[in-house]
């Protein structure tokens, strides 16, 4: 009867074991694996903008909570978020010269995912007109119109 109960307890710890390790997986595949995104900042001529702020927030229900922002490119132009749920975002990107870049949809997979963000010279849109009004001009002799002066005497 011992032995019957001995040789019962030995073949139960491996079942045990190897059910405890079926649950674990299980539960590893339930839950998202975590990603990060590494975001390359440029401009157009390719070369690398550190300092550049970057927003991330999330675009669709599964990632509606996440929202980061002010996260700022280092010498490299180089961002790095971290711990981020796989699922599909919109990253913003804005360094003063330059025009705000939005990406509206940044896909994110599980694991390491990489990303170029180019910006564009902002445009200037001013104009700047010279002249003179009439208030000045009237009061000031030397703006007087100057005529010519013909003369007959050849």
């Known amino acids: 009867m011992i032995r019957r109960l001995l040789i019962a307890c030995v073949l139960a710890v491996p079942l045990a074991g190897g059910i405890a390790a079926e649950a674990a997986a299980a539960d590893a595949q339930q839950r998202p694996q975590a990603s990060s995104l590494r975001i390359t900042v440029k401009d ?3 070369a690398v903008v550190p300092g550049a702020l970057v927003q991330i927030k999330g675009a669709e229900d599964k990632t509606a909570a996440v929202s980061m922002s ?3 490119s280092d010498r490299q132009g180089i961002v790095t978020a971290a711990d981020l749920m796989p699922g599909r975002y919109t ?3 804005a360094f003063s010269g330059f025009e705000t ?3 509206p949809d940044v896909r994110v997979r599980a694991g390491e995912n ?3 963000a180019v910006l564009a010279i902002q445009k200037l849109d001013e104009s700047v007109s010279v002249g003179r009004d009439k208030a000045t001009v009237a ?4 703006a007087a119109p100057r005529r010519a ?3 007959a005497d050849v």
């Open 149 to 151: 002066g013909i003369s």
């Open 114 to 116: 990489r990303r170029d």
């Open 101 to 103: 870049l939005v990406i």
């Open 70 to 72: 002010d996260l700022a």
């Open 139 to 142: 009061s000031d002799p030397s």
């Open 91 to 93: 990253v913003q990107v």
């Open 44 to 46: 157009q001529s390719g």
